[in-house]
């Protein structure tokens, strides 16, 4: 028998250009999923013929080769290739966000295949399996939870027998109508799973990081959740030693050393989270990895521990910021706790992620304002990413079951569900037409808050910290509060775009700009005399004024070693995309009062930044000396090593002058080394011959400098 599986589509909501090409959302879209990859290794190793189908990569493979305005025939063009597979039995995996899309590749693919069986499983199909089964014919099964033991035996049910009422977990049809098996046990002994079959897929070539399953099981009842409707509450860690056997056979195999260790709950026990962090400290070959936590199960002592075992990170689902609302939605956090075990987890080093949720039907203004200090909080925190989502109502959660009747469909609906600019209008008739199986692209009601306020404060809140979180968290501290100022902002952002739709405004938030209105908005604002906030609205608008280098013509250009030799016609580029600032005040000294809210007093004297875009956020700026700015400024990537030393020549002075180009020499040396800029070859005799007769003879950076401090004058002019 042949087996096809295919994973959950994610990134194929991203149909613009400018989401689709973006290197994070295709990172992110194409991790492996695990369930899938697990469920391929059960089938392999019982002798099946199995084949997976990434949906995502083919995804960004069709955006790059049919371009944006076919993009509406992936669905087709996916239906093909998976069909083109020959498998008797297609499985496709199934998350809320990208059900629709599932639900029409199942239809495609059964037309194309009639006598192949199709099943579905994962979270979303395992809540309205028999909705599913009602509404699509096309879909043969749907095999509910945990599937690793229960995959095999309907597999031998398909071919024997077909006593379908023997595989637990199983919704299937018979002459009585849609029948439900009862649910299926939870796996209790992981280590006894085969490792996933990453060798069928090419998602770990090239990758930094890996993703493991560390173990399965919420003891929690959050009314929002629905983990623990899949994987049931039972929790289950795998052992130190079979995690560590799968760190080492990727590592082996891919050169990863980094992982993140999947599991919702993993210190709910934290004797078991420190045997797995002495394990690591004892046998871990320096392996890093990062992991999910509540604040209320780890403490100092425990997050210093998972430190020095490794862990560089943790993501903490605070959810709301209100000591109300916790109880209302059963997560019972103490949130002055959370407060403090993220400055624990900075102060150890350790990358925190804090999530956080609104849109809550009993959620009210001074909810909404204690959820967004937790968010401020977390962004003044130098290693912590804050995110904040709109409550989606998941389909058979207590929230959702308590307010079904009264949810909207709107244009603009939860990030959780949809996060791309359009959304598919087949996928909306779907969603239309069947609300009780894609509920979560519904609005739950919010009676005492503005629900496009909501979706509006989401956009602005992610997109300033993306862009300037230390303009935000200054922005905060110098309004006495972010979500009055933000009210405020909202007044002129309409007068500067007056968006007609949601996806309009979700979209003016990821532009440029945004960034520059809200600059704008700032230094009009009394809060914008602030001194501190004074130093970040300059320095972000100097940053966008500032030119980026021209790679064009870089683009059939070696890029040239440390230590090769060097020639006049070669051409000095900033790396990175990034831009020089000259700023009248001390940065570091402005986010350091951010940071830390001490009195400030600004500094006077210039201040030179070299910035890449990657880093413009988190730390906005390298300082360097006036001479290495001049340097970077001229690495523009349209100057050959000769041009940039004349026009250095025209900047700066250097006595004696017969030492000008060991000088000159010497700061570019400088420059390249601290990484500030690359050096680049273009085979072209013509450009060569036009190029005056500066020597590039070998020379010592650590001699010369010396030599320099020693011999010569250097003067700015």
Request: with cysteine.
């Amino acid at each position: 028998m042949r087996i096809c599986l295919v994973n959950a589509p994610t990134g194929t909501e991203f149909s613009d250009p400018s989401e689709y090409n973006n290197e994070v959302i295709r990172r992110e879209s194409c991790l492996p999923q695990l369930g899938i990859l697990s469920l391929a290794a059960v089938t392999e190793r019982r002798g099946y013929e199995t084949t997976i189908y990434d949906c995502n990569r083919a995804f960004f493979h069709f955006a790059d080769t049919a371009g944006e305005t076919q993009l509406g025939l992936f669905a087709e063009e996916a239906a093909q290739q998976i069909a083109a597979a020959g498998a008797d039995v297609y499985g496709f995996g199934s998350i809320c966000s990208g059900y629709p899309l599932t639900v029409r590749l199942g239809r495609l693919v059964k037309t194309l295949r009639p006598d192949a069986t199709i099943v579905f499983g994962g979270p979303q199909a395992s809540v309205v399996a028999e909705s599913t089964l009602k509404a699509f014919p096309f879909v043969d099964y749907v095999l509910r939870g945990e599937a690793e033991e229960t995959l095999p035996l309907f597999l031998g049910e398909l071919v024997g027998k077909r006593k379908f009422e023997k595989v637990p977990g199983l919704a299937y049809r018979s002459v009585w109508g849609v029948q439900r098996n009862p649910d299926p046990p939870v796996i209790m002994d992981l280590d006894a799973l085969p490792m996933p079959a990453y060798h069928l897929t090419h998602e770990l070539r090239g990758e930094r990081s890996a993703s493991l399953e560390l173990g399965r099981g919420c003891p929690f009842a959050c009314t929002f959740c629905s983990t623990n409707d899949f994987f049931r509450r039972k929790y289950r860690l795998r052992s130190p030693q079979r995690v560590l056997d799968e760190m080492r056979s990727i590592h082996a195999q891919y050169g990863i050393t980094d992982f993140d260790l999947t599991h919702d709950m993993f210190t709910v026990d934290s004797k078991r989270v420190r045997g797995f962090c002495q394990h690591m400290i004892d046998f871990g070959a320096g392996y890093t990895w990062s992991c999910s936590a509540r604040t209320d199960c780890v403490d100092q002592e425990l997050i210093e521990f998972m430190a020095a075992a490794g862990c560089v990170g943790i993501f903490f689902g605070v959810e709301t910021g209100s000591d109300r609302m916790q109880k209302i939605i059963d997560k019972h956090l103490d949130v002055g706790r959370a407060h403090e075990i993220i400055d624990i987890a900075e102060r150890a080093g350790v990358r925190s992620t804090v999530s956080l949720i609104t849109g809550f039907p009993e959620e009210r203004w001074d909810d909404l304002r204690d959820t967004v200090r937790v968010f401020v909080h977390a962004a003044r925190t130098r290693g912590s990413n804050p995110q904040l989502n709109l409550l989606a109502p998941l389909a058979n959660t207590p929230i959702h079951l308590k307010y079904k009747d009264q949810m909207t469909l709107d244009q603009l609906c939860s990030d959780m569900s949809h996060q791309g600019r359009r959304q598919n209008p087949e996928d909306i008739q779907l969603i239309r037409k069947y609300p009780d199986i894609f509920p979560n692209f519904y609005l739950l009601p919010t009676a005492h808050l503005d629900r496009g306020l909501l979706i509006e404060l989401r956009e602005f809140m992610l997109m300033a910290r993306f862009r300037s979180r230390w303009l935000l968290v200054a922005a905060d501290q110098a309004a006495e509060g972010i979500l009055d100022l933000f009210v405020e902002w909202v007044e002129y952002r309409r007068s500067v775009f007056a968006a007609a739709s949601g996806p309009e405004l979700r979209h003016y938030y990821r532009t440029p700009e945004f960034h520059l209105d809200f600059l704008a908005f700032l230094r009009g604002h009394r809060a914008g005399r602030d001194a501190k906030l004074v130093v970040l609205i300059d320095f972000y608008e100097r940053l966008a004024a500032a030119p980026d280098p021209d790679l064009s013509r870089l683009s059939q250009a070696i890029e040239l070693k440390e230590g090769e030799p060097i020639t006049p016609g070669d051409i000095p580029a900033r790396t990175y995309h990034s831009r020089v600032v000259e700023l009248p005040a001390d940065l570091e000294a402005a986010i350091d009062a951010v940071t830390q809210c001490p009195q400030y007093e600004p500094r006077q004297g210039m201040h030179f930044y070299v910035v890449s875009q990657s880093d413009a956020n988190d730390h906005p700026g390298f300082e360097v000396s006036q001479y290495l700015a001049a340097v970077a400024r001229l690495c523009d990537g349209n100057r050959t090593i000769a041009h940039v030393m004349d026009a250095l020549a025209e900047q700066i002075s250097v006595t004696p002058t017969s030492a000008r180009n060991m000088a000159y020499e010497c700061l570019l040396d400088r420059a390249r080394s601290e990484g500030l800029i690359a050096i680049y070859r273009i085979a072209s005799a013509a450009e060569d011959s036009q190029l005056g007769g500066v020597s590039m003879a070998p020379y010592n950076e650590m001699r010369a400098a010396a030599s320099l401090q020693n011999q010569l004058s250097v003067q700015a002019e």
